[in-house]
């Protein structure tokens, strides 16, 4: 689980950052059909951004890099109380104000 801090997740959440939630895609059940956004990341990978039809809520994620994982957006997770992330991503392109958790291990860019 961790908060990113990139452009694309602060511009797609109109939030500081973005918290995600990394998973196997065989734990995730969808039901219905997300429309698709799909971008190059500043790595190069083609990412997508799954989102509700109705609403337009972001939904989960998936990026070419890391085929077996999907990224979960943190809001659509009922038991916030599980929501606990470990890792703060793109801390160079993060905003400045943005309050930081210091026992959290922080990034540049993407470990790994």
Known sequence: MANCHCKDCRAATGAAYGTLIFLDPSELTVKGAPKVFKHKADSGADMEKHFCPNCGSQL????SNRPTMMSLRAGMV???DLVKPAVNVYMESRIASTPI???LKAFDKMPG
């Open 78 to 80: 009922d038991q916030t």
């Open 101 to 103: 958790d210091p026992a």
């Open 60 to 63: 989960f994620g998936r990026n």
